[in-house]
């Protein structure tokens, strides 16, 4: 296996590591755990939906799921919360893999499969809102047991270098993907089903063990965000919110790139304070100015901010070739 | 006369009220190269479909190597060693020419480093080993159909199935891709080709099955089948054979 490429991930995290030994605001900490916490469910949408080309709208369904699993294990069962947290990230990925059953073993693409994907998610918001197990309309309550031993912790740090930890485990599971032959598989299904089929892969197979990656690394940040905040009701946890945030980090960011969905949830995280910044006490007025930044990205780079630094380095090749070009014309 | 790698028997495949094959039987002799040509519209896509399984025809069997493989899927026939080619070219346009040609290569080469080696030689041997880190969707139409002709190759087939690798081509063009099909033959591969360029059939094909209307009307060696005048008619219309011995115009 090639070790090319592990390079910038490990000086990435590494810089990150460092984060909370020069800032302790809890403010500042607090805003870079959600990010993180996006950046890993929007690497869970993007192995699907940004190297598989099959676009969900409904990742709250894994969200949900793992936060869920987690959540009930601890208060209903009494389960040790790092147990719950690997049993969330299972049940998370059981849900992928019958909802990919499903849906793929049917031929569903394009906009048929965001809707069902959506369906999906939404039936299970329901199904939550009313069930017994989950609290219904009251949600679940975590106690607070502030012990490492519990998953709970203090003071914000340790959960940023857990969060950033379960990033980490995130973009070398996307390295390793794209390393692989599954990897090259995936892509040529997202490029094209029919020459894929002709070249011996099995698109349903391919899309299914996507699926399942993709659902537990989302399923992953809803046990995470149950632990960081102790509490889950059905709007949080299978509502279309984070299956939005899901999405939009791998989109701004860029599709199908392994710091795609980082540099996504960052920017747009940054781009949602610094609208309510701006919009002050006016209300609704900082989601006007939120959703301008994301139309602006969209319009004017298709292909995300990593597709927008390709394109930067690549004019600017071009300008120094073109400088050094004149001479020639001058001999010609 | 050596064995028959690819036999079809008796295809049928109706389109709502459209007959498009009827009763269509084939064969492909291991080893060589057999051309099916025929009219637009005579059902020749469709039968390629049926035979390489993108299509369930309603009635008949497809075998080869002496095994039923009708209505397999394409993936699976693919690993049996049955590649095909499609006629309006599909290239996986976000990847290099070296990625794609190394997703066929992946068949049988788990390893991407494997994969990826195995693609410069294969895009070598059909003439694109100088454009490996080109984008595919940047590619002229003649290289296209090169692209399309190595990813299958990269899959090592025993049968490859060409749908129209010579349309659209020029004819320096042409000429360059002819001797690239015979040296794919050379290494053993059976190919069964569609082809609308008749000077490359003539060249290229030891037998050729024509194709009307969705059956299959005549079948033999190039020469003999261009002199047939059922295919005459069935490329110029009724009558048009005596027309052309009365006007002495002599078919070849």
């Known amino acids: 296996m090639s070790t090319r ?328 | 006369m050596a064995d028959a790698l690819l036999r079809v028997e008796g295809l049928s495949k109706r389109f709502g009220g459209l007959a498009a094959l009827t009763d269509a039987s084939l064969s492909a002799e291991a080893g060589s190269i057999t051309a099916l040509i025929g009219p637009n519209g005579a059902g020749k896509t469709t039968l390629f479909a049926a035979i390489a399984g993108f299509l369930r025809p309603d009635r008949g069997r497809v075998l080869y190597g002496g095994n039923n493989i009708t209505g397999e899927p394409p993936y699976k026939l693919a690993r049996r060693g049955i590649a095909r080619t499609f006629q309006i070219v599909q290239p996986l346009a976000g990847l290099s020419v070296r990625e794609n040609i190394a997703v066929g290569a992946h068949l049988s080469r788990p390893a991407r480093a494997d994969a990826l080696e195995a693609a410069g030689e294969v895009a070598r041997a059909v003439g694109l080993g100088d454009q490996l880190d080109k984008s595919a969707a940047s590619l002229t139409v003649a290289a296209r159909k090169r692209l399309e002709l190595a990813r299958a190759l990269a899959t090592g087939p025993k049968l490859l199935l060409l749908d129209e690798v010579l349309a659209g081509l020029n004819p320096s063009e042409i000429r360059d891709m002819v001797p690239v099909i015979s040296a794919i033959r050379a290494r053993g591969v059976t190919i069964l080709m569609i082809e609308h360029v008749m000077q490359a059939v003539m060249s290229l094909a030891e037998q050729v099955w024509v194709l009307a209307e969705g059956r299959i009307i005549a079948q033999g060696a190039p020469r003999e089948v261009a002199g047939n005048p059922r295919v005459v008619e069935a490329y110029l219309g009724h009558g048009a054979a005596s027309r052309l011995v009365a006007g002495g115009a002599g078919v070849q």
């Not at chain 1, 800032?23 to 190297?51: E, K």
């Not at chain 1, 199904?127 to 197990?133: E, G, H, K, Q």
């Open chain 1, 5 to 332: 490429g592990l390079l910038p991930i490990v000086i990435c995290v590494a810089l990150l590591a460092l984060v909370p030994l020069v800032i302790t605001s809890n403010v500042v900490l607090n805003f870079l755990v959600i990010a993180l916490l996006i950046a890993l469910v929007g690497q869970g949408w993007n192995v699907l939906g940004g190297y598989g080309g099959q676009y969900s709208f409904g990742h709250a369904a894994f969200f949900g799921t793992g936060a869920y699993v987690t959540a009930i294990l601890q208060v209903h069962y009494g389960v040790n919360a790092w147990v719950g947290f690997v049993l969330g990230i299972a049940a998370g990925a059981l849900v992928g893999t019958i909802i990919g059953a499903l849906v793929f073993r049917s031929g569903l693409r394009g906009s048929y499969f965001a809707l069902v994907t959506l369906a999906f998610a939404e039936v299970l918001r329901i199904l939550a809102s009313v069930a017994p197990i989950t609290g219904a309309g009251v949600g679940t309550l975590i106690k607070l047991d502030l012990r490492p031993e519990a998953f709970q912790f203090q003071s914000r740090a340790p959960f940023y270098w857990i969060a950033l930890a379960l990033v980490a485990i995130s973009l070398l599971i996307v390295h390793l993907i794209e390393q692989s032959r599954f990897g090259a598989y995936l892509v040529a299904v997202r490029e094209n089903e029919d020459a894929a089929k002709a070249l011996g892969i099995n698109p349903v197979t391919v899309k299914l063990g996507a699926m399942t990656i993709s659902a537990a690394i989302t399923a992953a940040g809803g046990c995470f965000y149950a632990q960081y905040f102790l509490f889950v009701d059905s709007g949080i946890a299978y509502g279309p919110w984070i299956s939005i945030e899901a999405l939009l980090a791998p989109v701004i960011g860029g599709l199908g790139t392994i710091f795609g969905p980082l540099l996504g949830a960052l920017v747009v995280r940054a781009a949602g304070e610094a609208a309510k910044l701006v919009a002050g006490d006016a209300p609704g007025l900082d989601l006007v100015i939120y959703g301008c930044v994301l139309i602006l990205v969209i319009a004017f780079a298709g292909r995300g901010i990593a597709g927008l630094l390709t394109d930067l380095r690549e004019t600017m090749q071009r300008l120094t070739a073109r400088k050094v070009a004149p001479p020639e014309h001058a001999h010609g």
